[in-house]
């Protein structure tokens, strides 16, 4: 951005006050290092034991190319198992090949859903490559690795494959969702069922593909004593419009009346239109709700995140650390990108006790287009709940160590998906380690204010190029009144609608003077809450 439009948003900042900043309960401090001879990964799943770390499956290179015959290619398979030490700096590692072919393959998938119990990490489902089918898959298993035993043989070099079991069952054929337990009941929220080679022209062309999502949350109890896996399905949900997501973040939460739950956050993509949802769904332990007076601008794909709870406030924060969203903070203005690009953004949602949530822009970010598909590996020893959320409350004064970011797709550009030929983007081999600071009083985080509002606002495409879609919720029969404004504060079009009614609505408008602009401001006003939004011009 050139330093003339970097000063005119800052002069939009002064007129609309899009953010405001509010001291922080706490802060958050990272600190990157890597280590030697280790290699870089994405998408992956991971176990603990004795504060080392287990590495299964996901990708050794960066978002995956447009081409059918490029896409998820067999060099990008991870075929090892790794063992981390994140402490000591060391790696160790062991080839899949001694497994029998349906472990195998296995684990050497993509977005597998995962969830350590004990000892034992259970792996559902992911997406790559069969020998056995002769194309790429979703596999329709569920393995059991039975973490410190695997680790030990693997660091002594010794064969593992009596470690670990696997079992069969068409309801686990998931990939990119998310696996989290309530209580003791597991929780398989969202995802897809892709079979055959990607092809972002559709399924009806070129090789051609399936792709189903789950449009679910699918419940069980699994049994395990360390031979036989015994699973007991029980009734979920369906709802094909707002559990309609895959390769996002599924959270534990302490909700508000105490018990615990799980939180979806945004997740892809819309039934009705290729972009990130920006409610989310809570889930308790026997139903779900999504929340359409949230908005979360950033942070919409899988990446690392940390949920951490005040009992004392009764105040759930979840803080998410970079990957790809719609949108992003220029100056204080949250700017809407649809090509949803790579992000450095570190963002935290807190919900408070009577249940409203907002988001918030952490002063920090990540050392640079980070995030995406990365996972965050806490220490094992943090006051923490039973569900994995960690106590605030707890935590002394000063500096916490919590744990470690890694891996993670890599990109040189915020958008490079229709240019990439596989060099613009690598899996991380970045760790970072990441720290929490309670108490610092000088600690303050921005307030998106839009993330509270009832509007729902979506404009469409950005960037556009005369011809806007403007997609809203209105909440009570209120005028509406739209304007676009230059960036040094001209008024270019304005238009008033009365008497619109509650419900979603949608709009279409020409402005065919917009070309001439680089960039412009768009006011959407009601008698109760108004939101702005700053759109790029371009073809």
């Given amino acids: 951005m050139n330093i003339k439009k970097m000063g005119l948003y800052f002069f939009m900042l002064l007129i609309w006050g899009n953010v405001q900043s509010q001291t922080s309960p706490f802060s958050i401090s990272i600190e990157p290092f890597k280590i030697p001879g280790l290699g870089g990964i994405q998408s992956f799943a991971f176990g603990r034991h004795d504060g080392k770390w287990l590495i299964v499956g996901g990708r050794l290179d960066g978002l995956h190319q447009r081409q059918p015959f490029a896409s998820f290619d067999l060099a990008g398979h991870n075929n090892q198992i790794f063992v981390i030490d994140p402490v000591a700096r060391q790696k160790w590692?062991?080839?899949?090949?001694?497994?029998t072919a349906g472990i195998r393959e296995q684990l050497k998938s993509t977005n597998m859903e995962f969830y350590q119990q004990n000892n034992f990490l259970y792996l559902i489902g992911g997406y790559g490559y069969s020998e056995t089918l002769g194309d790429h898959t979703t596999f329709e298993n569920l393995t059991a690795i039975d973490v410190p035993s695997v680790m030990k043989a693997i660091i002594d070099g010794r064969d593992f494959t009596s470690f670990i079991r696997q079992i069969r069952d068409p309801l686990f054929q998931v990939a990119g969702g998310r696996l989290e337990k309530i209580e003791d009941v597991y929780h398989l929220v969202g995802g897809q069922k892709f079979i055959g080679r990607y092809n972002p022209m559709g399924p009806a062309h070129g090789p051609g593909f399936?792709?189903?999502?789950?449009?679910?949350?699918?419940?069980?109890?699994?049994?395990?004593?360390?031979t036989t896996i015994t699973i007991d399905h029980l009734p979920g949900f369906t709802d094909e419009q707002q559990l309609h997501r895959r390769d996002y973040n599924v959270?534990?939460?302490?909700?508000?009346?105490?018990?615990?739950?799980?939180?979806?956050?945004?997740?892809?993509f819309q039934k009705q239109v290729d972009l990130p949802f920006l409610n989310c769904v809570n889930i308790d332990a026997t139903s779900y709700a999504v929340n359409d007076n949230f908005v979360q601008h950033y942070n919409h794909y899988h990446c690392a995140n940390i949920p951490i709870f005040s009992a004392f406030g009764n105040e759930m924060h979840t803080i998410f650390f970079g990957g790809i969203a719609q949108f992003y903070d220029s100056s204080g203005i949250l700017v809407q990108d649809n090509n949803v690009p790579f992000v450095k953004t570190v963002a935290r949602v807190t919900r408070t006790a009577d249940g409203s949530m907002a988001e918030y822009k952490l002063p920090v970010e990540l050392p640079g287009l980070l995030g995406a598909g990365s996972e965050f590996i806490p220490l094992e020893n943090?006051?923490?709940?039973?569900?994995?959320?960690?106590?605030?409350?707890?935590?002394?004064?000063?500096?916490?160590?919590?744990g470690?970011?890694?891996?993670?797709?890599?990109?040189?550009?915020?958008?490079?998906?229709?240019?990439?030929?596989?060099?613009?983007?690598?899996?991380s081999?970045?760790?970072?380690?990441?720290?929490?600071?309670?108490?610092?009083?000088?600690?303050?985080?921005?307030?998106?204010?839009?993330?509270?509002?009832?509007?729902?606002?979506?404009?469409?495409?950005?960037?556009?190029?005369?011809?806007?879609?403007?997609h809203f919720q209105i909440i009570q029969n209120t005028d509406i009144q739209i304007s676009l404004w230059t960036l040094d504060g001209r008024k270019l079009d304005e238009e008033t609608k009365m008497n619109v009614g509650k419900g979603q609505h949608h709009i279409e408008k020409r402005f065919p003077d917009l070309m001439k602009q680089q960039a412009i401001l768009l006011k959407f006003e009601t008698s109760y809450e108004r939101d702005t939004r700053v759109l790029l011009v371009g073809e």
């Fill in 93 to 99: 590692s062991a080839p899949l090949s001694s497994l």
């Fill in 210 to 226: 399936e792709q189903e999502y789950t449009n679910q949350i699918r419940k069980f109890k699994l049994m395990d004593n360390g």
């Fill in 251 to 268: 959270v534990p939460q302490i909700l508000p009346d105490g018990q615990f739950g799980l939180t979806a956050f945004s997740g892809v």
């Fill in 382 to 402: 943090l006051p923490r709940y039973e569900n994995s959320v960690l106590k605030l409350d707890d935590f002394p004064n000063g500096v916490t160590h919590l």
């Fill in 404 to 427: 470690y970011i890694f891996g993670g797709i890599s990109s040189a550009a915020a958008n490079v998906f229709w240019i990439n030929d596989g060099s613009q983007s690598v899996a």
């Fill in 429 to 470: 081999s970045q760790l970072i380690k990441v720290n929490l600071i309670k108490n610092q009083s000088t600690a303050t985080d921005e307030l998106n204010r839009h993330s509270n509002g009832s509007l729902q606002l979506r404009v469409y495409p950005n960037p556009n190029n005369g011809f806007l879609n403007m």
